[in-house]
């Protein structure tokens, strides 16, 4: 009989109130709020003799005060099962799910996605090659569905125990539903098309960290897309930075900086994508956070954020400071 143990476990609870300096994502007109985040973090390690898996499973509640429309409930889960096929091949899957809310609005996002992988583990080196599958789904004024395929290969390189590098490539194919593509005429006029969008396009990234008494690290990423509607042709180049670190015995620090170009082909061009969420974390996103240990399962905490992200204009960007402060609990 295989035998299965539970590694670990943990639980993790967040109470902050929260202000943000524009809760409706506006270039124009920023109206600041206030309210109250509670959140939840549950993560379980199972581990075999050939086999371990691990999942993670979060909520977060943000109840705003003077918008309650903008009210939201944020789900994400993730599951990683890592197996041993044949001698030094392993079997790597992925699956993750999210799905944001709004309340008292038709307002939705979520996604699912699945990743299957081969992994050849070395000494110091551990290569992968595998396909990724994301299905999308948003609704707002209306329903905008897209899957987005890719084909991946990625190394990771140990420079010293605690250094290492990681370096990835891969090739993506992006299918829209209910998306048209837009064509223009005369060098200016935007048209609808008759069919569907279709994005086909490279990315790659290195990530440099360093993993010890602190950490530390850097991120570099790069993409470009081609699509068949005129507003989708762009490139697109991230860096990311950051660092965690202690001081003595009770305090922690975390710092991000985080900021990304994005070029458009035909960037006379403006138009509503209905298919973005103005909120994904991959765009412009630098914060500071402080935790303090207060007693063994619990920390006190401020963190100030800011972001500068593109709206559902393409090309327009929106600027927000969320500043929040509160207590984690380990249960």
């Known amino acids: 009989m295989l035998s299965v143990h539970l590694l670990g476990g943990e639980i993790q609870v967040n109470i902050s109130p929260y202000y943000d300096s524009n809760i409706r994502e506006s270039f124009q007109l920023p109206e600041s709020t206030y309210g109250l985040k509670l959140s939840g973090r549950l993560t379980r390690e199972w581990i075999s003799f050939q086999s371990s898996t691990a999942g993670t499973l979060i909520g977060q509640n943000y109840l705003d005060v ?8 944020i ?19 992925q699956g993750s ?10 307002y939705y996002y979520s996604w699912w996605e699945t990743g299957l992988f081969l992994q050849l583990p ?10 990724r599958h994301r299905s999308t789904s948003i609704s707002s004024a ?12 990625r190394g990771q390189y140990y420079l010293k125990a605690k250094l290492y590098l990681v370096g990835s490539a891969g090739a993506i194919f ?14 200016t006029l935007l048209t609808v098309l008759q069919i569907a969008q279709r994005d086909r396009g490279y990315y790659g990234s290195l990530h440099l960290r360093y993993q010890g008494n602190f950490i530390y690290g850097a991120q570099a990423s790069v993409e470009t897309v081609s699509s068949n509607s005129v507003i989708g042709n762009y490139h697109f180049l991230s860096l990311r930075l950051y660092l965690t670190g202690r001081w003595g015995q009770k305090t922690f620090y975390h710092l991000v900086l985080q900021q990304m170009d994005k070029s458009y ?30 007693e063994d399962n619990l920390l006190g905490y401020v963190q100030v954020s800011f972001l500068k992200n593109e709206t559902l204009l393409n ?16 249960l």
């Open 66 to 73: 003077i918008f309650p429309k903008e009210s939201k409930l």
């Open 174 to 187: 992006i299918a829209h539903e209910d998306f048209k593509a837009r064509e223009v005429l005369n060098d």
């Open 122 to 131: 070395k000494r110091s080196f551990i290569w992968s090659s595998g396909y």
């Open 265 to 294: 082909r035909n960037s006379n061009l403006k138009d509503v994508i209905q298919y973005r969420d103005p909120e994904e974390l991959m765009q412009n996103r630098s914060y500071a956070r402080i935790e303090y240990n207060l």
């Open 315 to 330: 090309q327009t960007y929106y600027s927000k400071t969320l500043l929040e402060a509160g207590f984690k609990f380990n």
């Open 75 to 93: 789900i994400k889960g993730e599951l990683n099962h890592n197996r041993k096929l044949y001698r030094r091949i392993n079997f790597l899957g």
């Open 97 to 106: 799910y999210f799905r944001k809310n709004f309340f008292n609005s038709g």
């Open 142 to 153: 209306e329903k905008n569905r897209f899957r987005r395929e890719a084909v991946e290969i």
